[in-house]
């Protein structure tokens, strides 16, 4: 028989092999296209990185981890984060938390201004819906309050509209590099006038598993009180996002709009919110006309005096909304006047009053497609927020097992089409420590949900609120069958 025969054939019972083990071990489907070709798969690896938490020397930060249970998931693997730099040597690197089991939570703390990133893996059963929660209390100087941020995956494009080079704020763009060659990065900044002319932002190398901390004013002589900053990648990725920080309100981190597109929602406003301003950028040629609506507990509203908004090209918009929420619960819901143009937004959100006002962030986001998660809930101070800009829909709510314990609780609520709900949170019976919540859509449609943690610190309202979007736990995956008519000379 000829060398070239045999080896088809051994191909041909390793591919045998390969594709019935991906049967054996494949879950049921959860999902399927319309033409019945790909199913939903739990993902076996994810990766995340974490910036650098504060540079101020009365810094307490406080890491979560969290994995829900998913089905049809790998029942090894593991899931740890480690000090930025320390990935080139991974014998020596050690875990700076480290996941024990998927469904409860680990904590860890750390304190001070010389915290470095984090970039993190998590493998097997660990991988679906890995998500982190990096929460930091400054109690004084500028940028006091409560700054949390969902770590995130590393990317090729980042949007950032709600930055500012303004003199009462300090803001830096922090870039995370995970992998093993150099990235290199632009930063464009985009005023009320247009592009801000500046060529220190161009070509920013971030070595491999390094960070590089850029503050936004060095870029440009312009002051701008209302910037959009673009990150383009321009070889490799990179984790980005930007820490905001005013010298009398506090500070957070301002994490990425979700990709441009025609309609935005940016959930979960507080219902105390004594100011709120929206900043808007549109990234095309053409000029953008919105509606700009507030999902309320009763139904879609028109802010006073803005019933539509013009967003020029190429340049930013503010758009003061003062109390808009007035005493309840909010989400901000943009759509197309006529044509539908690409924009990208997110709103700066203050809290409180005189002294102890405090900011927080919220950017537009994507809606829950089949999970989302949000992590370091309190058995205090922890509001979730869920909108259904569209039509009626159902969610699940589900509470974890506390980080010290407690046993996972959940509920199933209505949110009415073209409202925003508060709801109450099933908290965990005999609950230690920390939870997760998990929010799963159950019929009707899209769902949006944020989380907002609150604390008060020496009369200052500390806040910081995330976004919810899909934990993206699972990847479409198409069938395959075996053809041996490629093996046909």
Request: proline fraction near 6%; glycine fraction near 10%; hydrophobic fraction near 35%.
């Amino acid at each position: 028989m000829k060398r070239t025969t045999l080896s088809l054939i051994a191909g041909t019972a390793a591919l045998a092999a390969v594709t019935g083990f991906a049967v054996v071990s494949a879950p049921e489907a959860t999902g399927t296209d319309p033409a019945g070709q790909a199913a939903l798969l739990p993902v076996e690896r994810t990766g995340l990185v974490c910036p650098a938490p504060s540079t101020s020397d009365l810094a307490e930060t406080t890491y979560t981890s969290f994995t829900p249970v998913t089905e049809g998931a790998e029942s090894d693997g593991g899931a740890q984060l480690t000090a930025a730099g320390e990935q080139d040597d991974e014998q020596d690197a050690k875990a700076v938390l480290k996941s024990e089991e998927p469904g409860t939570p680990v904590t860890t703390e750390v304190d001070g201004g010389e915290e470095p990133a984090l970039i993190g893996t998590a493998e097997g059963e660990f991988a679906p819906g890995w998500t982190v929660q990096q929460t930091t209390e400054v109690a004084v100087g500028t940028g006091r309050g409560l700054l949390g941020l969902n770590c995130a995956q590393a990317d090729t494009e980042f949007w950032f509209p709600g930055a500012s080079t303004d003199p009462g704020r300090t803001d830096y763009m922090h870039l995370t590099n995970p992998d093993d060659s150099a990235a290199v990065v632009d930063i464009e900044l985009y005023g009320k006038d247009g592009a801000v002319e500046s060529t220190a932002g161009e070509g920013i190398t971030v070595k491999p598993h390094a960070t590089e901390s850029i503050l936004l004013s060095t870029l440009s002589e312009e002051a701008e009180s209302d910037l959009t900053v673009h990150v383009g990648v321009r070889s490799g990725r990179v984790g980005a996002a930007v820490q905001a920080l005013h010298e009398k309100l506090g500070g957070d981190w301002l994490a990425a709009s979700t990709d441009p597109a025609g309609s935005l929602v940016l959930p979960g406003i507080p219902e105390d919110a004594e100011d709120v301003r929206l900043v808007v950028f549109t990234p095309g040629d053409t000029d953008a006309d919105l509606q700009v609506k507030l999902a309320s507990p009763s139904g879609l509203i028109t802010p006073a005096g803005y019933e539509t908004v013009r967003v020029k090209a190429g340049m930013t918009t503010a758009v003061d909304l003062a109390d808009v929420t007035r005493g309840e619960a909010g989400s901000l819901v943009l759509t197309p006047t006529d044509r539908s143009v690409p924009v990208v937004a997110a709103a700066r959100v203050v809290r409180g009053k005189n002294s102890g006002q405090e900011t927080a962030f919220i950017p537009a986001t994507s809606p829950i497609e089949t999970r989302a998660t949000a992590v370091d809930n309190r058995a205090k101070g922890t509001t979730l927020s869920v909108t259904a800009p569209k039509a009626e829909a159902k969610v699940k709510v589900t509470a974890s097992a506390g980080s010290e314990g407690g046993t996972q609780a959940t509920k199933t609520y209505t949110i009415k089409g073209g409202t925003t709900q508060n709801v109450e949170i099933p908290v965990p019976e005999g609950l230690k420590g920390t939870y997760a919540l998990t929010v799963e859509p159950v019929s009707g449609g899209p769902v949006y949900a944020a989380r907002t943690l609150t604390a008060t610190e020496d009369g200052v309202s500390a806040f910081t609120t995330q976004t919810l979007p899909d934990d993206r736990g699972t990847v479409s995956v198409p069938e395959a069958e075996e053809d041996l008519s490629v093996l046909q000379e």
